[in-house]
């Protein structure tokens, strides 16, 4: 199952720890008894619902845990906020592939796949929480497993935020001495895409922890502040001026839909970027434009950022330029060209002295 489908996030944070629907579900656990809870009503679901009662109150964990006592589903609202049908029996399409054996997970399965809504099984003899949600099945686990799974892929995420350093601040001295090449280039969007997929499994994990997940998210936002903004500069520093379908959003989705194994050959990423790649030219030599610069330019906005780099064209203009040059530019007073040029003279230094003291 994909962690970042959207339907699978919002259900996962629906069961999370700390929420009313966790605590009913953990009610029908700890009372030995089994469950099947469809999340949504609408005419697919009472078309293939016979028999039960509808009752329309308000959910409580309680109620969940009473009505589950009964044979047949409970059904709620797509909220989860109120009971819609208990002792229902539902009589999904039959002919619906599914991989469960027992009835309740069989009919869990076929009842999500043909409604698309989120359906829980809760199984008496295997005492599992199991959600069937965006074709896939996901089991609900205990927190302290989640949890340990979390830190190992925070300490993944850890290393590689450091190695995404060490390549950004490399780039950062060779643009500066406009040394750039193709490779260069690569390992930073190769790196970047490797923190943002680490990024979505650790944001997987948050989300199903609930409320036991919030120092974790409070250290997955601080690794991964900056990362979007990062990718999208380098993108727009790099990519060929010739292709107008080479959109920051395309070579974005692009990168993402990489496999692990083509992730890791830098050719491939220089691909997205439109480069053709073969013998050495991941050695060719080529200059950004300067966009990744001026985005460390404190209060400076986006569209005079676009204004600066559509009139100077290239990184190594903008560093020759001097506050009358930088004048000229429309959207650019007095004021703000001396900040310009101090910022761009103060990064170029600590980045030259970064590099080689």
Do not use: W
């Not at 994909?2 to 579900?25: C, I």
């Not at 497993?145 to 350093?165: C, F, P, S, V």
């Amino acid at each position: 199952m994909q962690s970042d489908d959207p339907l699978f996030l919002a259900t996962l944070a629906a069961v999370a720890p700390g929420t009313e629907l966790r605590d009913g579900l953990e009610r029908i656990l700890r009372g030995n008894t089994g469950a099947l809870i469809v999340l949504g009503h609408d005419k697919v679901v009472e078309k293939m619902s016979t028999g039960g009662f509808p009752i329309d109150i308000e959910f409580s964990a309680t109620r969940l845990r009473e009505l589950a006592k009964m044979d047949g589903a409970v059904v709620l609202d797509r909220d989860g906020t109120r009971i819609i049908k208990a002792a229902t029996q539902l009589l999904p399409d039959a002919t619906i592939e599914t991989s469960e054996s027992g009835t309740r997970h069989r009919t869990a399965e076929r009842v999500a796949k043909q409604t698309g809504l989120p359906v829980i099984s809760v199984s008496q003899s295997m005492r599992i929480i199991a959600l069937y949600v965006a074709g896939g099945r996901h089991v609900i686990e205990d927190s302290i497993a989640i949890l340990a799974r979390a830190n190992q892929a925070l300490q993944t995420l850890e290393r590689y935020k450091a190695r995404l350093d060490e390549v950004t601040g490399t780039l950062f001295a060779v643009e500066i001495e406009d040394l750039v090449t193709v490779r260069d280039v690569a390992t930073v969007l190769q790196r970047l895409e490797m923190v943002r997929r680490i990024s979505g499994e650790v944001s997987g994990h948050v989300v199903e922890l609930g409320t036991e997940g919030r120092l974790l998210a409070l250290q997955l936002e601080e690794l991964t502040s900056g990362v979007d903004d990062a990718l999208s500069a380098t993108i727009r520093d790099y990519v060929q001026a010739d292709r107008d379908d080479l959109t920051v959003e395309a070579v974005s989705a692009d990168l993402a839909g990489l496999t692990a194994t083509e992730i890791i050959d830098l050719g491939t990423c220089a691909r997205a970027l439109g480069y053709a790649v073969v013998g050495d030219s991941l050695d060719t030599q080529i200059s950004p434009r300067g966009y990744r610069l001026l985005s460390k330019v404190p209060r400076l906005p986006g569209v005079v950022v676009d204004r600066l780099v559509d009139h100077f064209g290239s990184l190594q203009n903008l560093l020759g330029a001097n506050v009358d040059d930088l004048r000229a530019v429309d959207g650019v007073g007095e004021g703000r060209a001396r900040l310009v040029r101090e910022a761009l003279s103060r990064l170029a230094e600590s980045s030259i002295l970064e590099r080689y003291v």
